[in-house]
């Protein structure tokens, strides 16, 4: 079974940054999509941001919903590492829980933001604060 596992939040002040993490174990495929979500209290789980993984490890294809675009990065530091959040420009309302979820397939943002399909591994999160 694969398990992810954020890391990387915590509190911050309004124009700061911070940067998630996500370490797996097991094996997603040959080839996979990954993706950051963000959940407020009381609220469903949001994209944030998503790229397709190929089989050499490298990522492609980013995409980012209308309130990250512009401040926020999805990449990868190696072939081997998971993709990684870089949030610039926070704001308060960019607080919540923020997870990394995984699936094995592709054209990610087509096929799970835009047709629905479930990511099939998720985190168990992390919490990012950001005050004003």
């Known amino acids: 079974q694969v398990q992810l596992m954020e890391s990387g939040g915590g509190s911050v002040q309004a124009g700061g940054s911070l940067r998630l993490s996500c370490t797996a174990s097991?094996?997603?495929?040959?080839?996979?999509?990954a993706a950051w979500f963000r959940q407020v209290p009381g609220g469903q789980r949001e994209p944030v941001a998503s790229i397709d993984i190929d089989s050499d490890g490298h990522g492609d294809d980013e995409k980012y919903t209308r309130s990250s675009k512009g401040r926020f990065t999805i990449s990868k530091e190696d072939s081997n590492s998971m993709p990684y959040l870089q949030m610039n420009m926070l704001r308060p309302e960019d607080s919540g829980i923020y997870y990394c979820a995984a699936s094995g397939d592709t054209f990610c943002w087509s096929r799970h933001f835009e047709t629905g399909a479930k990511y099939d591994y998720w985190g168990q999160g992390t919490q990012v604060t950001v005050s004003s």
């Open positions: 097991g094996y997603i495929g040959p080839y996979y999509c």
